[in-house]
């Protein structure tokens, strides 16, 4: 097995897991599913779920990543030798390909729509947005060269390694994402639509939650947080004893659901303020954003920076789903960094290149009404990182048990951690409980 390297400061590993986090499924993907499914109602189960089942899920992944040193097959492979608990790593590996796959395709649209966004005939009198929209996304060639021109961004990040690559481009981009969220949102307080906007976003209406709603919201906070498929626990593989696990999964986890909210302070004043259906589905940020940028001044300067941030945010977490399957492929065939990376790069392209076609022409072959893409998408949020976090929850919590979780939360006492029979508890009966009854409800109802 390679020498493996840390991440070198504490400031580089949270902003590294924070990229992670901090992705499409907050500016994209939370804004959708929140119209779609009624807005504060969803959004306050959305933050339930984060607080008893995201962090918890956090938890035990931090704790088997740090504990072993290792990628998410060995890990498990290492901390329960000769049991089929490494098939959890496994599950994480194809979980991580299915959603590369519809990952690259968006993260591809954002880079096609920052470009566009900078030529200034994107603004003129008389654009349909919600037909150039289709009509790029339903192409055959532009949007799979974007995506492959997305992933060879990626491809370069994580072939430069943990430090120099992945650590860096963290300590880069973040705060520069941080710094257009702001300015954007600001600005989305001063639309026209504000008040409506807030109030779809803050005034609770429970009239409309079913189990679907509540499944939706926990996959979304799953998706949104990176947990379940092995992609924390690899890069808490790189953490050293000086991290506390405790810390950084809060950290995580709030700074996760404040850029989701402050996404959606972004977009749905936006929204109403054109009278599109916040229910619009994976398109709304594509086609409501230049809907809005093309009636200020200096549309162009504004459309640019919102899809800049966009970019960024899908650069940051597309190199953490791509590395924990990089992790796995480079130390279990002793292959470098660069090969591993490039034989991922060539599945999650031709993956993409599915799921960018089942848009368009491949449109007509669906499976219960849904195209490769959607399906993608649900069966990951809805049942593979849902699932992969129940058997994680329940490795550490029963398996390990709380000797390990005392030891590593503490950094073998280094840090006090308040709160141990909380997580223990959480993480034995809460997390597997809920997620295993939100499952069952939606498979009898
Ligand atoms: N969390 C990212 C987002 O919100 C997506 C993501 C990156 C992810 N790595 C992951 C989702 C691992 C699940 C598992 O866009």
């Known amino acids: 097995m390679q020498n493996r390297t840390n991440f070198a400061t504490k400031l580089g590993v949270i902003l590294a897991t924070v990229g992670s986090s901090v992705g499409l499924g907050n500016i994209w993907r939370f804004p959708f599913e929140a119209g779609r499914n009624g807005g504060s109602a969803f959004i306050l189960i959305y933050v339930g779920c984060v607080l008893l089942l995201g962090i918890p899920c956090i938890l035990a992944e931090f704790l088997v990543g740090r504990r072993s040193h290792a990628n998410p097959v060995e890990a498990f492979g290492k901390l329960a030798p000769r049991t089929p608990w490494y098939l959890v790593g496994l599950m994480g590996i194809f979980t991580g390909f299915c959603i590369n796959g519809f990952y690259c395709v968006v993260t591809g649209w954002t880079f096609s729509y920052f470009l566009t966004s900078l030529r200034g005939s994107f603004f003129e009198d008389g654009t349909d947005y919600s037909r150039f929209f289709t009509e790029f996304s339903?192409?055959?060639?532009?949007?799979?060269?974007?995506?492959?021109?997305?992933?060879?961004?990626v491809h370069w990040v994580v072939s430069r390694g943990v430090r120099k690559g992945i650590e860096m481009s963290g300590r880069i981009l973040m705060p520069v994402l941080f710094l257009l969220l702001l300015v954007l949102g600001v600005r989305g307080l001063f639309m026209p639509g504000a008040a409506e906007g807030l109030r779809f976003l803050f005034m609770p209406d429970f009239s409309g939650v079913t189990a679907t709603t509540v499944l939706s919201?926990?996959?979304?906070?799953?998706?949104?947080?990176?947990?379940?498929?092995g992609a924390l626990l690899t890069y808490s593989s790189y953490f050293s004893d000086e991290v506390s696990l405790e810390k950084t999964a809060y950290q995580v986890a709030g700074l996760d659901t404040l850029v989701a909210i402050l996404a959606g302070i972004v977009v749905f004043p936006a929204v109403f303020s054109f009278g599109i259906q916040p229910s619009a589905g994976p398109g709304l940020v594509f086609v409501t954003m230049p809907e809005v940028f093309a009636g200020m001044p200096l549309s162009n300067l504004w459309s640019s920076l919102f899809y800049l941030l966009l970019a960024i945010a899908a650069l940051t977490s597309s190199v953490s789903l791509h590395e924990a399957v990089v992790a796995f492929i480079s130390e279990h065939f002793e292959l470098s960094r660069r090969k591993a990376s490039l034989f991922v790069l060539m599945i999650v392209v031709c993956m993409g290149a599915l799921c960018s076609l089942s848009i368009g022409v491949l449109g007509k072959y669906t499976l219960g009404g849904r195209n490769f893409f959607d399906m993608l998408d649900f069966l990951t949020s809805a049942f593979l990182l849902p699932f992969g976090g129940l058997l994680t929850t329940l490795f550490v919590g029963w398996k390990l048990g709380p000797a390990s979780l005392q030891e590593e939360l503490s950094s073998h006492g280094r840090y006090r951690v308040r709160l141990i029979k909380v997580y223990l508890f959480l993480i034995r009966f809460v997390a597997p409980i809920c997620i295993l009854a939100i499952f069952l409800f939606n498979l009898l109802m």
């Open 217 to 229: 919201a926990l996959g979304q906070a799953f998706f949104s947080l990176s947990v379940g498929m």
């Open 138 to 153: 339903t192409g055959t060639w532009q949007p799979i060269l974007w995506a492959v021109l997305a992933m060879l961004a």
